[in-house]
Structure formats: structure tokens, C-alpha cells
């Protein structure tokens, strides 16, 4: 116990040299003394606050706590230091940490508390908490927290009750963003957010996992109609079109749904499940909602193991252009070849191109891929009679890219391939997605000689007036608008409708995918210029091009379809 023998007077010039809030009580829980910092504290002035008590300074519930203390220092003489809050004078909550031991003045029992404010430290100690546990953008709980929740969720499981968790994100969300910037791209996440948030039950919960993807936990619910329910309203709720700087864009949503029925399952798990099927909602279509099934299992490890070979198959180039050839419907004869990669693996067989260039792409591994078979496929062309060209397919992926047009005149520089002879094919829905690049890249490569074809014409979203800003050279018919050339009235409709427009502004036509005499017999007489597809044969290696070159020259008709020749051009 501190014994002090000063007076008062001497003692607040002493105490008021202090920063902190200190007070003076007697055995009556009375303030004898303060100092100034005390007086700015709470508010008040020195006059004011002596002889009041706790419960005339702070609400009851507070007061109470400070009583308890005070009585306990009395009592035992033990000093103590307790971390409270307090209603400071403006009527705001303190976090603060007080200090109390009991002194003799003049023979009197005093109680001295020493005040620290810690306000700012404990709210940036939430604040941090708060973080590390939330997404700041969108406020949602992050994965950490979401797989916290998760696991409080099996509770209802274990009752025997159902639990849903969806995966989803935004289709189209990278390409909106890469377009028009991260601000853009942050305010949808945002409205996103908010809008699903507003379809939740009181007990689902939401977080932002990753990116642009999400998942909803759905504790408690009956069979799997309360998730489809929910993601069909998700579904329908992003259909509504968000408009930024007068530009309305529209989104898709892919969806995946994994349910938990016991608890032989692990939480981990079912977000795994969840985020399996959100893979195969994705790869599907726009505005797709798939549930978990056991095969899904089967397709992700095939995946993986089709990426971890496709790193060394393209180091050791292992994947190689095949040839299909590019037919002359007017002249009967071989004008040209589509370059199209093939891949047999030794232990996966052969894997067919739309599935490694997918993964390729997803693992970013494409333009190293596209690279060597472009350096490839020059380097074949170079060995054709002069009068046959190459087309060549442009990933979307690649043509985000600004320095795709240089990387490619590289190429061509490197193998000695003429500019001239090389045709490059571009998706519609690449174009559109990359308006700004792609402009820049096509004017490159155009000015260097290179023909620009706009692959799958028809099946993308683009207006004709965005498509005739890039001077196309050629339009691409999808195969299948070919194929319901057969049995389809609404079909030749469309197929008539592309080529009068590809006339009407002066573009080569090819159609691809054909595969009967019917199909060519239509095509032909409908202004169709050039054809690809079974009917005159499938891609075939390197090696194989020179005897489709030397073949005989002669015409497919409708009833006596056979292998075209390179007629007249052939070496």
C-alpha cells in the first residue's frame, strides 16, 4: 500500500501533469479529486465533477461494474487492472483499461484510478478481425469464415435434416472487367452481391470465395427444390441487365449444387462437390444450374491429368497441326487448308482438341501452344504450292492480348512464310469481348497482308455494325447451320440470309462442317464461295498433304460425293 502525506493542493498540480484521466474517490464512491485530462474525458468541468459518484456519471449497468471494483480494492488492499468500457461525456464507448489501488492521505483510505483510452486500438483490432474474416468489397463473409459457418451448419445435418452449398459466378464477368476497368468491375461485384443477398432465407449464408465466385450455404432445408428454387430466382435475377456509361451489359450465371443428407459427408467435401458442379454449370452454357453427381469426380481428375501432360506435351511438341482441306465450290479444287491440332498421348490415347485447348486455355497455357503450332504449321505451308493458303484459329484467350499481332508477324518473319498466305480465324464472341484490342491487332496484321475470317458466324452476339468495323476478308458458317440444311426449312433460311449479306458487302464464304452432296448442292447454288468438312476430307498429318495435292483432279456432285483434288494448283 502507497502511504502519501502531501496534500491535496500539492497533488493536483501533480496529477494534472498526468495525459491520463485520473480520479480520486473516497469510501463512498465520491470524486475527492481529478485532473484535467479526467475533466476533458468526461466532459465536465472540475466544479462540476466533484462529489459525484459513478452511478451520477455512467449508465447503471456501468456503474455497478466500476462499484465492484472499487469495493474490492478497499477491501483487500490489492491493486487491480481491469480492461471496461464507459460512456465517456459525449455519450460515445470507451474501451479503456483502469487501474485502481488504494491510498492513505492524512490518514484517510482513498481509492486513485488511473484511466487508459484504448478505443483506437480495440476498433482497428475489429477492424482487422472484421477483415480477416470478410470481403471488404461486397461485405460478405470471406471463404475462411463461409467454411467456419459451414461446419456450424452440419448441426441440422446431424439432425436429420438437409443442407445445400451452391457455387456460382458471373459468366462473362472477366471480359466486362478487362474492358472497362477494375471500378466498373467492383460495382457489379457489388450489385451482384446485393442482389443474391436479397433472395437469401434468414438462415442461408453467403460469401465471396474467390474472384468473381460465390457460394451460398442453405442449412436446414427440405428435399433439393428449396436449392433449385433459389437458383432459378439467382438465375433470374442476373438476366436483369446492369448499364454503365450508357452501355447495357448482360450477364450469365453458371451454378453448381452439392447436398449433404448425413453427415458421412465432410464439409470440405461438399464445397468440393459444389464447386465440381459449378465447373461442369460452367463449361455447359449461360444460365446454367448443375447438381453433383459421382462422374463429376472422374471428369476433374482427368483434367488435372490432361493439364500436368499437356505441360510437357507442349514443351516436347507432342501436339501437332493435321490438315483439312479448304475446297473451291466454283473450281472443284483444294484452295487451301485449315491448320487443327491433334494430341495422342500414350497413356490417354488420343484426346480430342475442343477438350486439351479448353484446359490449355483455363491453365494458360495457350499461347505457348498456339505459338508452336502457328511455327509449326508455317513451316509445313512453306513446302505447298504458293497458290494454297493457311488458316490458322485465334484463341479468344490470346486475343486479349495487345502483342498477339507482333508475336504472330514474328513468326511469320522467323519461318519465311509469306503474310499473304496466311489466314487467321476469329470467333465472333472473341471479337466482341475484346473490341478495343482486337482492333489493334487485326489492323497489325491486315497491314502486313494477313486475311482476317470471322469463324462461327452466327452462334456469337455481336451486331453487324460492330463486325463490319474490322474490314473481315471472309465469314465462316458455322457447321451447325450446315447440318440442318437437311431437315430444316429454318435452317436454309439462315444459311441463304449469311451468304446475301456476305455478298452484299463483298466476303468470301466457306462453309464448314459439310458432309453430303445435298448439303454441297445447296450451298453451291446459293452463292456459297468455298466448303470444308467430310465430304472432301478430315485433317490429315503433314506428310499425307502432297497426295491429296497429286490426286487427280475431279468434281463432287450431289450424287457422287468423293475426295476433292488440288485440281490445277496442285505441284
Known amino acids: 500500500m502507497i502511504r502519501l502525506s502531501d496534500s491535496f493542493a500539492n497533488l493536483q498540480s501533480i496529477i494534472d501533469a498526468v495525459p491520463h484521466a485520473i480520479f480520486v474517490k473516497d469510501r463512498t464512491?465520491?470524486?475527492?479529486?481529478?485532473?484535467?485530462?479526467?475533466?476533458?474525458?468526461?466532459?465536465?468541468?472540475?466544479?462540476?465533477?466533484?462529489?459525484?459518484?459513478?452511478?451520477?456519471?455512467?449508465?447503471?449497468?456501468?456503474?455497478?461494474?466500476?462499484?465492484?471494483?472499487?469495493?474490492?480494492?478497499?477491501?483487500?488492499?490489492?491493486?487491480?487492472?481491469?480492461e471496461e468500457q464507459l460512456t465517456d461525456g459525449r455519450g460515445c464507448t470507451r474501451h479503456v483499461i483502469t487501474r485502481k489501488q488504494m491510498v492513505r492521505l492524512e490518514e484517510v483510505e482513498y481509492l486513485v484510478a488511473s484511466v487508459t483510452d484504448i478505443t483506437a486500438s480495440r476498433v482497428a483490432e475489429a477492424k482487422n478481425h472484421h477483415l480477416s474474416f470478410h470481403d471488404p468489397l461486397t461485405g460478405l463473409p470471406n471463404r475462411s469464415l463461409f467454411e467456419e459457418k459451414l461446419n456450424g451448419c452440419f448441426r441440422n445435418v446431424a439432425e436429420g435434416k438437409h443442407l445445400a452449398v451452391l457455387v456460382l459466378d458471373l459468366d462473362g464477368f472477366k471480359h466486362v472487367n478487362d474492358a472497362y476497368g477494375?471500378?466498373?468491375?467492383?460495382?457489379?461485384?457489388?450489385?451482384?452481391?446485393?442482389?443474391?443477398?436479397?433472395?437469401?432465407?434468414?438462415?442461408?449464408?453467403?460469401?465471396?470465395?474467390?474472384?468473381?465466385?460465390?457460394?451460398?450455404?442453405?442449412?436446414?432445408?427440405?428435399?433439393?427444390?428449396?436449392?433449385?428454387?433459389?437458383?432459378?430466382?439467382?438465375?433470374?435475377t442476373v438476366r436483369q441487365p446492369f448499364v454503365v456509361d450508357g452501355t447495357t451489359l448482360e450477364f450469365g450465371v453458371g451454378i453448381g449444387i452439392a447436398l449433404a443428407r448425413d453427415v458421412a459427408i465432410q464439409p470440405d467435401e461438399l464445397l468440393r462437390r459444389a464447386d465440381r458442379a459449378h465447373h461442369r454449370a460452367s463449361a455447359a452454357d449461360r444460365l446454367s444450374i448443375c447438381y453433383f453427381d459421382a462422374?463429376?469426380?472422374?471428369?476433374?481428375?482427368?483434367?488435372?491429368?490432361?493439364?500436368?501432360?499437356?505441360?510437357?506435351?507442349?514443351?516436347?511438341?507432342?501436339?501437332?497441326?493435321?490438315?483439312?482441306?479448304?475446297?473451291?465450290?466454283?473450281?472443284?479444287?483444294?484452295?487451301?487448308?485449315?491448320?487443327?491440332?491433334?494430341?495422342?498421348?500414350?497413356?490417354?490415347?488420343?484426346?480430342p482438341s475442343d477438350e486439351f485447348i479448353s484446359i490449355a486455355e483455363e491453365a494458360g497455357l495457350i499461347d505457348a501452344l498456339s505459338a508452336r503450332l502457328l511455327c509449326r504449321a508455317c513451316q509445313d505451308a512453306s513446302t505447298w504450292p504458293?497458290?494454297?493458303?493457311?488458316?490458322?484459329?485465334?484463341?479468344?484467350?490470346?486475343?486479349?492480348?495487345?502483342?498477339?499481332?507482333?508475336?504472330?508477324?514474328?513468326?511469320?518473319?522467323?519461318?519465311?512464310?509469306?503474310?499473304?498466305?496466311?489466314?487467321?480465324?476469329?470467333?465472333?464472341?472473341?471479337?466482341?469481348?475484346?473490341?478495343?484490342?482486337?482492333?489493334?491487332?487485326?489492323?497489325?496484321?491486315?497491314?502486313?497482308?494477313?486475311?482476317?475470317?470471322?469463324?462461327?458466324?452466327?452462334?456469337?452476339?455481336?451486331?453487324?455494325?460492330?463486325l463490319l468495323s474490322f474490314r473481315l476478308d471472309k465469314i465462316k458458317i458455322d457447321r451447325s447451320f450446315v447440318a440442318r440444311l437437311d431437315d430444316s426449312e429454318e435452317g436454309k433460311v439462315i444459311v441463304r440470309a449469311i451468304l446475301g449479306l456476305a455478298t452484299g458487302f463483298g466476303l468470301t464464304t466457306t462453309a464448314e462442317g459439310i458432309e453430303s452432296g445435298e448439303q454441297l448442292a445447296f450451298l453451291k447454288d446459293n452463292g456459297c464461295t468455298e466448303g470444308q468438312g467430310y465430304l472432301f476430307g478430315k485433317a490429315v498429318p503433314a506428310s499425307e498433304v502432297d497426295a491429296l495435292l497429286n490426286l487427280t483432279p475431279w468434281a463432287v456432285t450431289a450424287s457422287a460425293p468423293r475426295m476433292l483434288a488440288a485440281g490445277p494448283m496442285a505441284g
Open 29 to 82: 464512491h465520491r470524486i475527492v479529486l481529478l485532473n484535467t485530462s479526467a475533466c476533458e474525458f468526461l466532459g465536465h468541468s472540475r466544479a462540476t465533477l466533484l462529489g459525484y459518484s459513478d452511478f451520477e456519471l455512467f449508465p447503471a449497468d456501468q456503474a455497478e461494474i466500476f462499484r465492484a471494483a472499487d469495493d474490492h480494492v478497499f477491501q483487500t488492499g490489492e491493486e487491480s487492472e481491469n
Open 182 to 236: 477494375y471500378v466498373v468491375g467492383d460495382n457489379i461485384l457489388r450489385w451482384f452481391a446485393a442482389k443474391v443477398s436479397d433472395l437469401l432465407g434468414p438462415e442461408d449464408v453467403m460469401a465471396r470465395i474467390d474472384g468473381d465466385k460465390f457460394a451460398i450455404a442453405m442449412p436446414g432445408i427440405g428435399p433439393s427444390g428449396d436449392a433449385t428454387s433459389l437458383a432459378s430466382r439467382i438465375v433470374a
Open 295 to 351: 462422374g463429376m469426380d472422374q471428369m476433374i481428375k482427368r483434367r488435372i491429368r490432361i493439364e500436368q501432360e499437356l505441360r510437357a506435351a507442349i514443351a516436347g511438341d507432342l501436339i501437332v497441326p493435321c490438315y483439312q482441306p479448304v475446297v473451291s465450290l466454283n473450281g472443284d479444287r483444294i484452295i487451301g487448308f485449315e491448320a487443327l491440332a491433334r494430341w495422342e498421348n500414350e497413356s490417354l490415347g488420343q484426346i
Open 386 to 466: 504458293a497458290s494454297l493458303f493457311l488458316a490458322f484459329n485465334i484463341s479468344p484467350i490470346s486475343l486479349r492480348d495487345p502483342t498477339l499481332g507482333l508475336r504472330i508477324l514474328g513468326i511469320l518473319a522467323k519461318s519465311g512464310f509469306s503474310p499473304h498466305r496466311l489466314e487467321l480465324e476469329i470467333t465472333e464472341s472473341a471479337l466482341v469481348d475484346n473490341i478495343s484490342v482486337a482492333h489493334t491487332t487485326i489492323d497489325q496484321l491486315r497491314q502486313a497482308g494477313v486475311r482476317i475470317a470471322l469463324d462461327d458466324f452466327g452462334t456469337g452476339y455481336a451486331t453487324l455494325s460492330q
